[in-house]
Protein backbone atom coordinates (compact mmCIF):
# COMPACT_ATOMS: atom_id res chain seq x y z
CA UNK A 1 0.00 0.00 0.00
CA UNK A 2 1.99 3.17 -0.92
CA UNK A 3 1.90 5.65 1.57
CA UNK A 4 -0.21 8.29 -0.40
CA UNK A 5 -3.23 8.62 -2.82
CA UNK A 6 -3.75 10.56 -5.14
CA UNK A 7 -6.47 12.08 -6.77
CA UNK A 8 -5.17 11.60 -10.15
CA UNK A 9 -5.34 8.36 -9.68
CA UNK A 10 -9.19 8.43 -9.48
CA UNK A 11 -9.88 5.96 -12.48
CA UNK A 12 -6.85 3.23 -11.94
CA UNK A 13 -8.54 -0.03 -10.93
CA UNK A 14 -6.70 0.34 -7.57
CA UNK A 15 -8.66 3.52 -6.18
CA UNK A 16 -11.96 2.37 -4.95
CA UNK A 17 -9.84 -0.37 -3.19
CA UNK A 18 -7.32 2.01 -1.87
CA UNK A 19 -9.17 4.73 -0.78
CA UNK A 20 -10.64 3.16 2.02
CA UNK A 21 -7.38 3.00 3.53
CA UNK A 22 -6.41 6.75 3.52
CA UNK A 23 -6.33 7.94 7.18
CA UNK A 24 -5.68 11.81 6.33
CA UNK A 25 -7.04 13.41 3.69
CA UNK A 26 -5.70 17.07 2.28
CA UNK A 27 -7.33 19.70 0.39
CA UNK A 28 -6.46 22.54 -0.64
CA UNK A 29 -5.15 24.60 -4.02
CA UNK A 30 -1.50 23.22 -5.69
CA UNK A 31 0.86 24.17 -2.72
CA UNK A 32 -0.97 20.94 -1.54
CA UNK A 33 -1.39 18.99 -4.86
CA UNK A 34 -1.49 19.14 -8.96
CA UNK A 35 -4.09 16.42 -9.52
CA UNK A 36 -5.82 18.38 -12.36
CA UNK A 37 -2.16 18.23 -14.28
CA UNK A 38 -2.23 14.39 -13.95
CA UNK A 39 -0.12 11.71 -12.30
CA UNK A 40 2.21 13.27 -9.89
CA UNK A 41 5.38 12.07 -11.83
CA UNK A 42 4.41 15.52 -14.30
CA UNK A 43 3.63 18.10 -11.54
CA UNK A 44 6.08 21.07 -11.74
CA UNK A 45 6.56 20.37 -7.73
CA UNK A 46 6.63 18.25 -5.39
CA UNK A 47 3.93 18.73 -2.44
CA UNK A 48 3.41 18.41 1.36
CA UNK A 49 1.46 15.39 1.19
CA UNK A 50 4.33 13.33 -0.22
CA UNK A 51 6.79 14.03 2.49
CA UNK A 52 3.88 13.97 4.83
CA UNK A 53 2.91 10.10 4.06
CA UNK A 54 6.36 9.11 4.35
CA UNK A 55 6.26 10.76 8.01
CA UNK A 56 2.95 8.78 8.14
CA UNK A 57 3.67 5.80 7.21
CA UNK A 58 5.71 3.96 10.36
CA UNK A 59 2.24 5.04 12.09
CA UNK A 60 0.35 2.90 9.64
CA UNK A 61 -1.11 6.02 8.12
CA UNK A 62 -2.04 6.26 4.89
CA UNK A 63 -2.25 10.02 3.11
CA UNK A 64 -5.05 11.10 0.83
CA UNK A 65 -3.86 14.16 -2.07
CA UNK A 66 -6.88 16.12 -3.43
CA UNK A 67 -5.42 19.29 -4.17
CA UNK A 68 -6.06 20.85 -7.29
CA UNK A 69 -3.80 24.00 -8.90
CA UNK A 70 -5.71 26.77 -9.15
CA UNK A 71 -8.31 26.50 -6.84
CA UNK A 72 -10.04 29.07 -5.02
CA UNK A 73 -12.03 28.81 -1.31
CA UNK A 74 -15.38 28.74 -3.28
CA UNK A 75 -14.56 25.74 -4.89
CA UNK A 76 -13.07 23.74 -1.92
CA UNK A 77 -17.00 23.88 -0.25
CA UNK A 78 -18.06 21.16 -2.89
CA UNK A 79 -13.93 19.47 -2.90
CA UNK A 80 -14.27 18.80 0.71
CA UNK A 81 -17.75 16.82 1.03
CA UNK A 82 -16.47 15.14 -2.23
CA UNK A 83 -13.46 14.11 -0.15
CA UNK A 84 -15.81 12.97 2.82
CA UNK A 85 -17.51 10.38 0.46
CA UNK A 86 -14.55 9.88 -1.53
CA UNK A 87 -12.26 8.98 1.62
CA UNK A 88 -15.01 7.68 3.76
CA UNK A 89 -12.67 6.12 6.82
CA UNK A 90 -10.02 9.04 7.14
CA UNK A 91 -10.16 10.89 10.42
CA UNK A 92 -8.43 14.04 9.59
CA UNK A 93 -8.81 16.31 6.94
CA UNK A 94 -5.72 19.12 6.28
CA UNK A 95 -7.42 22.48 4.57
CA UNK A 96 -5.58 24.84 2.70
CA UNK A 97 -7.41 27.54 0.52
CA UNK A 98 -7.09 30.98 0.06
CA UNK A 99 -3.57 31.70 -1.74
CA UNK A 100 -5.31 32.02 -5.23
CA UNK A 101 -8.21 34.19 -3.86
CA UNK A 102 -5.95 36.71 -2.73
CA UNK A 103 -4.36 36.48 -5.98
CA UNK A 104 -7.80 36.99 -8.12
CA UNK A 105 -9.29 39.33 -5.13
CA UNK A 106 -6.46 41.51 -4.14
CA UNK A 107 -8.49 43.40 -1.73
CA UNK A 108 -7.73 41.63 1.36
CA UNK A 109 -9.91 43.38 3.69
CA UNK A 110 -13.19 42.21 1.88
CA UNK A 111 -11.55 38.82 0.16
CA UNK A 112 -10.03 37.57 3.92
CA UNK A 113 -13.87 37.52 5.23
CA UNK A 114 -14.88 35.42 2.43
CA UNK A 115 -11.90 33.21 3.02
CA UNK A 116 -12.56 32.33 6.30
CA UNK A 117 -16.74 32.01 5.67
CA UNK A 118 -15.63 29.13 3.40
CA UNK A 119 -13.11 27.22 5.74
CA UNK A 120 -15.91 27.65 8.09
CA UNK A 121 -17.92 25.83 6.08
CA UNK A 122 -15.46 23.10 5.36
CA UNK A 123 -14.81 22.61 9.04
CA UNK A 124 -18.68 21.96 9.57
CA UNK A 125 -18.80 19.55 6.72
CA UNK A 126 -15.89 17.84 8.44
CA UNK A 127 -17.16 18.28 12.00
CA UNK A 128 -20.48 16.98 10.86
CA UNK A 129 -19.21 13.84 9.79
CA UNK A 130 -17.12 13.26 12.95
CA UNK A 131 -14.42 13.94 11.60
CA UNK A 132 -10.94 16.31 12.53
CA UNK A 133 -10.36 19.29 10.28
CA UNK A 134 -7.31 21.03 10.40
CA UNK A 135 -6.79 24.30 8.84
CA UNK A 136 -3.39 25.72 6.93
CA UNK A 137 -2.75 29.29 6.59
CA UNK A 138 -1.72 31.17 3.27
CA UNK A 139 1.88 30.84 3.41
CA UNK A 140 3.69 33.70 2.52
CA UNK A 141 5.16 34.80 -0.99
CA UNK A 142 9.03 34.28 -2.35
CA UNK A 143 9.75 38.14 -2.06
CA UNK A 144 13.17 37.65 -3.67
CA UNK A 145 11.12 37.31 -7.05
CA UNK A 146 9.52 40.26 -6.73
CA UNK A 147 9.83 44.06 -6.86
CA UNK A 148 10.25 45.43 -3.27
CA UNK A 149 7.08 47.52 -3.07
CA UNK A 150 5.17 44.43 -4.16
CA UNK A 151 7.01 41.92 -1.91
CA UNK A 152 6.27 44.46 0.95
CA UNK A 153 2.06 44.43 -0.12
CA UNK A 154 2.41 40.32 -0.39
CA UNK A 155 3.44 40.19 2.94
CA UNK A 156 0.89 42.66 4.70
CA UNK A 157 -2.01 41.11 2.76
CA UNK A 158 -0.96 38.03 3.92
CA UNK A 159 -0.20 38.73 7.92
CA UNK A 160 -3.77 40.68 7.43
CA UNK A 161 -5.48 37.70 6.34
CA UNK A 162 -3.12 34.84 8.53
CA UNK A 163 -3.95 37.09 12.29
CA UNK A 164 -7.76 37.14 11.20
CA UNK A 165 -7.70 33.15 9.98
CA UNK A 166 -5.75 32.48 13.31
CA UNK A 167 -8.12 34.38 15.56
CA UNK A 168 -10.77 32.69 13.73
CA UNK A 169 -9.27 29.59 14.40
CA UNK A 170 -8.90 30.11 18.12
CA UNK A 171 -12.36 31.18 18.88
CA UNK A 172 -13.69 27.79 17.50
CA UNK A 173 -11.11 25.50 18.91
CA UNK A 174 -9.59 24.56 15.15
CA UNK A 175 -6.35 23.05 14.57
CA UNK A 176 -4.56 25.63 12.69
CA UNK A 177 -0.74 24.98 11.02
CA UNK A 178 1.40 28.15 10.49
CA UNK A 179 3.22 27.78 7.43
CA UNK A 180 4.35 32.04 7.32
CA UNK A 181 6.54 31.52 10.23
CA UNK A 182 8.12 28.32 8.78
CA UNK A 183 9.15 29.23 5.13
CA UNK A 184 11.59 31.38 4.20
CA UNK A 185 12.38 32.57 0.53
CA UNK A 186 14.96 29.60 0.16
CA UNK A 187 11.85 27.30 0.55
CA UNK A 188 10.44 28.17 -2.68
CA UNK A 189 11.01 26.67 -6.05
CA UNK A 190 9.14 29.59 -7.81
CA UNK A 191 7.21 33.17 -6.75
CA UNK A 192 4.64 31.00 -4.89
CA UNK A 193 5.41 27.36 -4.85
CA UNK A 194 7.49 25.56 -2.42
CA UNK A 195 10.03 23.71 -3.37
CA UNK A 196 11.32 20.11 -2.19
CA UNK A 197 12.36 21.35 1.00
CA UNK A 198 9.74 23.63 1.42
CA UNK A 199 7.49 20.77 0.91
CA UNK A 200 8.93 18.45 4.03
CA UNK A 201 8.83 21.57 6.30
CA UNK A 202 4.97 21.90 5.65
CA UNK A 203 4.61 18.27 5.65
CA UNK A 204 7.08 18.19 9.32
CA UNK A 205 4.22 21.33 10.60
CA UNK A 206 1.37 19.41 9.34
CA UNK A 207 2.60 15.88 10.89
CA UNK A 208 3.18 17.92 14.36
CA UNK A 209 -0.28 19.38 14.35
CA UNK A 210 -1.99 16.36 13.28
CA UNK A 211 0.15 14.32 16.18
CA UNK A 212 -0.92 17.40 18.85
CA UNK A 213 -4.73 17.58 17.85
CA UNK A 214 -7.13 15.60 19.74
CA UNK A 215 -9.64 13.29 18.03
CA UNK A 216 -12.77 14.60 16.95
CA UNK A 217 -11.49 18.19 17.17
Not at 164 to 181: N, Q
Not at 186 to 199: I, T, Y
Request: some cysteine; glycine content about 12%; aromatic content about 8%.
Amino acid sequence: MPPVIYLADRRMPSFDADRQLVDVACAGDSITGWNNFGTAGVWPYRTYPEFLGRLSEPFGLTVGNGGIAGEVSPNGIGQVRDYLRLFPNARSFVIGYGTNDLGMWPDVESTSPGIIENLGRMVDSVREAGKRPLLLNVPPANGSMFPRAVAERLRVDRAYHNARLAAYCHERGIPLVDLTSALQDEHFGDELHPNDDGARIIAAEVFRVLRAAPEGG
